[in-house]
């Protein structure tokens, strides 16, 4: 047979053929596929899928199947009807495939889609079926004999719009698709795919990649690849690994999450957060087992600039969903503390370098970060936090430790020479105190601190404890030795104690403040409180036991009551350096020039509802003794003292005058008390004449009576108090005034 003959016969065959198969594709009701389609969805999740428009076969070389307008219900109890509408969906089918009874769709067309995917008030998402349901649904077409095993070779969506929202309260997002096209050869090769769209109405978003064989996706066992590349505003994140179908847990997850951004606030606002500028940011991590409830491990996630402001997280998250099984090294470091204050809204001082790490954890009932290490400039820090939110009330353990605290520096830089604060009219502030924070929680914290230093203190051994219980306050200190930064006071420094207590549950709220010292060097003190830096080398005793009920300092003063006294024995003034009050004060009242010296000095207030009485006030120096009597009124912070100073060199009945001291706390004003001058006061004696020691120095009765015991006469005197006095050639021999009383009052 000649080859054209051949030829001839192909066409003709050809012709034929394509005949058979138009007549098979019109021989087609596709009007059965709508009720094939609605029975098969519903058997295998039990919610309708209904084609309200036409469905029609549209002949050429590729037939094509059209169906418009078709919806795909919503769960029940859904924000709306539909979980899924179609304006329009074309499939361009296979002639050939029809022929094996198979719908081989070479193109699937959506148009104008709309999908709302939604978790409801109990954790239902709308996407979530009857995995029962899917495995024993019946297929519908077998008995019917309408071919319904479907392959689709490319998907293509246009003018779409993805929502999603969850009521329990994450921020809703939405995705509007311009096109999406997923493309594959067959069945049986990888798919490409490409979107164009906009995210959340405002941020454009292309993503790109590669997802596995149409014919691998769910098979059990057999891994789907994965490989996705999103990039949006400032954001790039990629997805790498597969997705593994097991019968009993469902898909499986194994993949490589990684995201860089040049801001991370401006990427959090991608999904609906609001973030502090922190800066460039990447991430990794690995999501991994079951679909329903990943895991996030090998996570490694950076913030910020080393240079400036940075922050690591290192770790995984075994139960993210449940916030469980987290385990994640954390740590933040920056030149300058100040670095922190832009991306934080803050206003630290200029202070660094810092670095702390901690390892963040969960425990029952809250986190914990354990293990922390951190150091701030000369400053560190160790120890546990363990956060609790019981019935949503937060309570905070910590267990702190330091070798080094250095106060000034971490108060920042001083204010600059020839600034100064505005005048003050009162020295006790009228502010009210922060008592509402009190009740926003509950903590029980320890921070014990082996030097505590500023420029002027240095404290060993120190102690804090921090107790706040349903709004009650418990704070208490303790420091083992107290001395001079430099150590000029000596190698050992007295021992210093207090506390402090608030109960807002009374109203007004009851503060009481409680201090005990003992051979505290009271020159260092008073200059580490920038009282004044005129006195030197003094040690003394003091007790401070006050209580008193308010809403502000002023108030609490105003209604204060308990005691006060400071025994000090033996030091130095420099009156060319008095710079405070009391010093002012003294000045006036008799000479303490350069390298006065001090004997002693005794002081004992007795403070009833705001109104502080001088049971004994004495200050015995080697050029005069200043006996005072009066009282201060802390509600007004008024004046009313009356105070006589006697010279001890060529002085006469004019410096016996005594001397008023009045004014305020910040404005003291002393003068002559004019009454005692016209009657002729004589001197004052400060030792009373039947006293045990009537040729001692006056320190000795200021010790007695600021301890409230009488001074035994000399006749009464025990043996023991006897052989006392007679090794007393000065009060500054001792080196603790209470055991001195005790010795000269005791038998």
């Known amino acids: 047979m000649r080859l054209g ?81 179609v304006q329009r969906l074309t499939a361009d089918i296979g002639l050939f495939a029809l ?12 148009i104008a889609p ?72 067959n069945v049986g090769m990888p798919f490409g795919v490409a979107m164009k769209g906009r995210w959340n109405n405002e941020h454009p978003v292309e ?35 597969n997705l593994t179908e097991d019968v009993k847990s469902g898909p499986l997850l194994a993949l490589k999450l990684s995201a860089d951004a040049g801001d991370v606030s401006e990427a959090a606002r991608l999904v609906g957060l609001t973030m502090p500028a922190l800066g460039a940011g990447k991430l990794s991590l690995m999501l991994s087992g079951p679909i329903a409830t990943p895991q996030l491990l090998d996570i490694d996630a950076a913030i910020g600039r080393k240079g400036a402001a940075a922050m690591t997280m290192r770790g995984s998250v075994k139960h993210p969903l449940e916030g469980r099984g987290v385990d994640l090294l954390m740590t933040a470091e920056g030149e300058n503390l100040a670095g922190f204050n832009k991306p934080l809204g803050l206003a630290l001082p200029e202070l660094g370098p810092l670095r702390i790490a901690g390892r963040l954890s969960d425990i029952d009932g809250g986190w914990r970060l354990g293990e922390m290490k951190g150091s701030l400039s000369k400053s560190d820090l160790t120890g546990d936090v363990i956060l609790r939110l019981p019935h949503g009330r937060p309570t905070v353990e910590a267990h702190l430790a ?23 009219e009162r020295y006790f502030s009228a502010e009210p105190l922060p008592l509402a924070a009190l009740g926003l929680g509950d903590a029980d914290i320890t921070w014990k601190i082996d030097s505590l230093t500023d420029d002027q203190l240095r404290a060993r051994q120190v102690e804090l404890t921090l107790a706040l219980n349903g709004g009650k306050l418990t704070l208490a200190s303790s420091a083992a030795t107290l001395a001079g930064a430099t150590g000029a006071t000596g190698a050992t420094g007295g021992k210093l104690s207090g506390s402090l207590s608030v109960d807002t549950a009374v109203k007004p709220a009851a503060v009481a403040v409680a201090v005990n010292g003992a051979g505290i060097a009271l020159g260092d003190l008073l200059k580490g409180l920038d009282v004044t830096s005129a006195v030197h080398d003094a040690r003394a005793d003091l007790h401070i036991g006050l209580a008193g009920t308010g809403d502000s300092t002023r108030a609490v003063m105003a209604k204060l009551n308990g005691d006060v006294v400071v025994i000090a024995d033996k030091g130095e003034f420099d009156g060319g350096a008095a710079n405070g009050v009391a010093l002012d004060v003294l000045q006036q009242l008799a000479p303490t020039g350069a390298g006065t010296q001090m004997r002693c ?69 002393v003068s002559s008390d004019k009454g005692a001058i016209v009657k002729g006061a004589p001197l004052g004696v400060v030792v009373p004449p039947n006293a045990a020691v009537t040729d001692a120095n006056p320190c000795v009765v200021a010790l007695v009576q600021a301890n409230k015991k009488p001074l035994p006469a000399r006749g009464k005197l025990s043996k023991k108090a006897k052989l006392a006095v007679a090794e007393i050639k000065d009060v500054t021999d001792y080196k603790d005034g209470i055991g001195l009383i005790q010795r000269l009052s005791g038998n």
């Open 402 to 424: 330091s070798a080094v605290v250095n106060v000034d520096e971490l108060q920042g830089p001083h204010a600059e020479p020839g600034k100064s604060k505005p005048a003050e």
């Open 207 to 241: 993503v790109s990649g590669l997802l596995g064989p149409a014919l691998s996706f769910g098979v059990p066992g057999k891994p789907y690849p994965i490989k996705l590349k999103a990039v949006l505003p400032g954001l790039v994140t990629q997805l790498d690994g």
């Open 601 to 669: 000095m005794v002081s004992r207030f007795v403070v009833n509802n705001g109104m502080a009485k001088s049971e004994v006030l004495l200050l015995d120096t080697d050029r005069a003794t200043i006996t005072g009597q009066g009282s201060i009124n802390l509600a007004d912070e008024t004046l009313d003292l009356t105070m006589l100073p006697r010279l001890k060199e060529g002085g006469g009945l004019s410096m016996a005058v005594p001397m008023d001291v009045g004014g305020t706390l910040l404005q003291p004003m």
């Open 99 to 110: 022929l094996h009874r198979e719908v081989r769709i070479t193109r699937l067309v959506l």
């Open 114 to 185: 709309d999908l709302l995917l939604e978790r409801d008030a109990k954790g239902r998402a709308n996407w979530q079926f009857d995995q029962s349901r899917l495995e024993q649904a019946p297929n519908a077409g077998a008995a019917s004999g309408t071919p319904t095993t479907f392959h689709i070779g490319q998907i293509r969506i246009e003018g779409g719009h993805l929502a999603y929202r969850d009521v329990t309260g994450a921020a809703a997002q939405t995705l509007d698709i311009q096109l999406l096209t997923i493309d594959a050869d």
């Open 5 to 85: 003959t051949i030829l001839k016969l192909a066409v003709l065959a050809g012709m034929i053929l394509v005949v058979a198969l138009v007549a098979v594709v019109k021989s087609i009701n596709v009007e059965r596929y709508r009720s094939v389609l609605a029975q098969s969805v519903k058997a295998a999740t039990g919610r309708d899928l209904v084609v309200r428009g036409k469905i029609t076969l549209k002949l050429s070389v590729t037939p094509s199947l059209i169906a418009d307008d078709v919806v795909f219900a919503n769960m029940p109890g859904g924000s709306r009807p539909e979980m899924l509408t």
